[in-house]
């Protein structure tokens, strides 16, 4: 296969960032790995950037009794470590926006104190700054905090400007299915209005998925062919070589349907299947993608087995070194039935997609990490070379490249030089790093930022996340009732065969990892 790098020009148009008004960010879990991970290297790279305003607040809520300094002290060194050493600009002023009350988040004077400190941060600030409460905790705590928030009149429900202002940031599992997503909800609803909830994926975030939407409305060429007529089907594949890691408590009652299929897995086969929104305005995008999934047709329980596929990782080796199974990692139960991998068939019934099949996977422990979005064209009906030999032609294939190698391309068939008919698959390549000289900016300093502007678009709306749980009800529900162990799956393979088996009864194969 030949490799041909495109000469690419890049244009400038409507490349404004987004500077973030004044804010008060309220952290609960602060303490928490989510926030020393991801949170707060990615506010001290936004405020490094400049984009955070001057008149920014972090507080930090935990159960933990930390002082503001040993919050400040855990920041810096969660700073240092997550960006290895080489931190953008000075910490320290970042750090001095820091500030920690510690408390039971069952206790009404937690809040009480909350309330207490933000106003005297914001003495001699502007009015109508905006409040964001981020929930970092565990997902049992999500209702218990929204009601004191709410009890505390915290959640801004006294007057139009503060409902405006006032913004509740909910990380995933969003419920861990559709009873307790709707109970969910509805205790949001209560407190927080639909245009105050911001519900994280992450996966919304990276720069590659933003721009699957760009790459199909922002281009004439793609959607003429982007439907049944001319697609033979898609492959959208999450691939991790990491395991479980430190997180079995969680991921033990999880398992991948629920932490990467439910979420990042169906929010790209809507951003790759959706019909054009009118605008790029949150509720419009938004629609677009519920009435996706709302197209996806429903996974019966007496068929299962031919759709959604589940395993786990075996002992095996990554990178050359060797790694223990699933039911051996720390933690985790040794008779565990939980999933460390899914695949499926799934079709979206609509004039755009019917009959096109869309084969999803995602894995821990495979043989390298990968996320990418592959559509597969029709092969050619008729060749006119069969003569000489070539009356099967690969088809063409595009492919969104996610992550690691951030960037798009395209294979396709050409002359080769040489005797008269020669032929061979050449690969279109661009990758985001060569034309753009930059490293992909975090999910997070994306996220934040448009919170903080109050930017709804890249974020769930409640019905999206209960279309999706409705989805696979008939998965969990089929699963729970079965004893039967998921199929075992070698660490650091690239594939295995029940899997295999569910793509090569349709005569197609999955892409190498
Ligand atoms: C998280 C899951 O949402 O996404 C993790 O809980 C997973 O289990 C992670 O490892 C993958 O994210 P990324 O950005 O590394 O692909």
Redesign the pocket.
């Known amino acids: 296969m030949q490799e041909i790098q495109p000469s690419v020009t890049t244009q400038e148009i409507a490349c404004e960032e987004i500077t973030a008004p004044p804010c008060d960010m309220v952290v609960f879990g602060a303490s928490g790995d989510l926030v020393r991970r991801k949170l707060l290297v990615s506010l001290q790279q936004i405020f490094a950037q400049g984009l955070l305003n001057e008149q920014f607040n972090l507080i930090g809520c935990g159960r933990k009794d930390l002082s503001d300094e040993q919050f400040r002290q855990i920041a810096r060194e969660a700073i240092e470590d997550e960006s290895e050493g080489a931190t953008t600009g000075s910490v320290q002023p970042f750090l001095n926006k820091l500030h920690y009350i510690s408390g039971s988040y069952d206790d009404l004077a937690l809040y009480r104190r909350i309330k207490g400190k933000l106003v005297d941060l914001d003495t001699g600030y502007q009015d109508n700054r905006c409040r964001i409460f981020y929930l970092a905790v565990p997902p049992f705590l999500y209702g218990t905090i929204v009601e004191q928030l709410g009890s505390a009149r915290l959640s801004g429900s006294y007057d139009d400007d503060s409902i405006r202002q006032t913004r509740l940031v909910v990380e995933?599992p969003f419920g861990k299915d559709l009873q307790s997503a709707v109970e969910l909800n509805s205790t949001i609803s209560r407190w927080f209005g639909e245009s105050q909830v911001y519900r994280i994926d992450?996966?919304l975030g990276?720069e590659t998925v933003q721009n699957i939407l760009m790459f199909r409305f922002a281009n004439t060429i793609f959607e003429p062919v982007w439907n049944r007529n001319h697609i033979d089907s898609i492959q959208i594949t999450?691939a991790?070589t990491?395991g479980v890691e430190h997180?079995a408590s969680y991921?033990d009652k999880t398992g991948a349907l629920r932490?990467?299929f439910q979420?990042?897995m169906l929010q790209m086969l809507t951003l790759v299947a959706m019909e054009p929104p009118v605008s790029f305005q949150a509720d419009h995008v938004r629609d677009e993608k519920v009435k996706l999934l709302r197209s996806i047709r429903p996974l019966q329980p007496d068929d299962l087995s031919r759709h959604v596929v589940r395993g786990q990782y075996g002992p095996g080796f990554i990178d050359g070194k060797r790694v223990v199974g699933y039911r051996a990692e720390p933690a985790v139960d040794p008779k565990s039935r939980t999933e460390t991998f899914v695949a499926a068939k799934l079709f979206v019934d609509n004039w755009r997609w019917k009959n096109v099949p869309f084969y999803l996977r995602t894995g821990?422990r495979l043989a390298r990490k990968n996320?990418e979005i592959a559509v597969t064209f029709k092969k050619v009906p008729h060749s006119m070379f069969a003569l000489v030999g070539l009356d099967d032609m690969p088809p063409d294939v595009l492919v969104l490249r996610i992550?690691p190698e951030e960037g798009i391309y395209l294979s396709f068939q050409a002359k080769r030089p040489g005797s008269k008919i020669c032929m061979g698959t050449l690969n279109m390549n661009f990758s985001y790093k060569s034309v753009f000289g930059v490293d992909m900016p975090n999910?997070y300093q994306r996220l934040l930022l448009d919170c903080m502007v109050g930017d709804q678009t890249l974020f769930t709306r409640f019905d999206g996340v209960e279309t999706a749980w409705q989805l696979l009800m008939a998965v969990l529900e089929t699963w729970q009732a079965d004893d039967s162990a998921p199929y075992e799956y070698t660490a650091g393979g690239s594939s295995f065969p029940e899997a295999d088996e569910l793509i090569e009864s349709d005569d197609r194969t999955w892409r190498p990892l």
Do not use: G, P, S
């Open positions: 995933k992450h996966y990276k999450i991790e990491l997180r991921y932490d990467m979420n990042h821990k996320t992550q999910a």
